[in-house]
């Protein structure tokens, strides 16, 4: 299966500015990337996705990068707020074949 | 939204014991998962379902380890016998398409002794 990587595990921002999150995958055939928010003692929960026939997508304050060539993608939140700390996870599948496989993370906190 | 729903929440039991973890997908899903997550850490994959068949499953997946989903009913991970390295929350997804997105239920917390 698909195995993505993701840095940083973890990361630490100042309430009000950005935060960024990176994710490479290795299967050149994988064209859905999901983001999941997870907060403890909860399930993942869909933040964003972003499918292969597009290269950025935003919805609100969450801004997602694609860039097939690098086979990369990124999430980015702009002006952060503490509501926002939480763990994240990137995944990436292959639509009608292979489950999303998970990246290892990221700790997000965010500071007032 | 579209709710997956998990039974038990929480169960502790012995090691040696079977244990079956049940799911409730999303009405209209066709494919269903199991992952695996230990302390809050990544997200591992065990096994994708669909159709009344294993799709794919991963290494974690072991010979312990089944799952089925009889007549429409619950969609179950069942591992007999249970080993003290199964000690994790299990988060049941379900997804219209094949790798497409997924919604998670609320997970079961195994503790095995």
């Known amino acids: 299966g698909e195995q993505v990587e993701q840095l940083p595990s973890i990361l630490r921002v100042q309430e009000g500015s950005s935060a960024s999150i990176n994710c490479s995958y290795e299967?050149?055939?994988?064209?859905?990337f999901p983001w999941y928010k997870q907060e403890p003692g909860e399930n993942p929960k869909l933040i964003i996705d972003i499918r292969s026939n597009m290269e950025r997508k935003q919805i609100q304050e969450l801004i997602v990068l694609l860039d097939k060539k690098a086979k990369r993608f990124s999430l980015h939140i702009t002006d952060t707020q503490p509501g926002d700390s939480a763990m994240y996870f990137c995944?990436?599948?292959?639509?009608?074949?292979?489950?999303?496989?998970f990246g290892a993370g990221t700790k997000l906190s965010v500071k007032p | 939204g579209p709710k997956v729903l998990q039974i038990p929440s929480h169960q502790i039991i012995d090691m040696g014991q079977m244990v079956t973890l049940n799911c409730d997908p999303v009405?209209?899903?066709?494919?269903f998962y199991w992952y695996k997550q230990i302390l809050g850490q990544q997200m591992e994959f065990l096994v994708n379902f669909y159709n009344g068949k294993v799709m794919e499953k991963s290494k974690l997946f072991k010979d312990q380890f089944s799952v089925e989903r009889p007549d429409g009913s619950y969609f179950t991970l069942k591992i007999q016998p249970t080993a003290l390295e199964d000690s994790a929350v299990y988060f049941c997804?379900?997804?219209?398409?094949?790798?497409?997105?997924?919604?998670f239920g609320p997970g079961t917390r195994l503790t095995v002794l």
């Open positions: 997804a379900s997804s219209f398409l094949g790798g497409g997105e997924q919604y």
């Open positions: 009405s209209n899903h066709l494919y």
């Open positions: 995944a990436a599948s292959v639509n009608n074949n292979n489950a999303p496989r």
């Open positions: 299967d050149s055939a994988s064209n859905y």
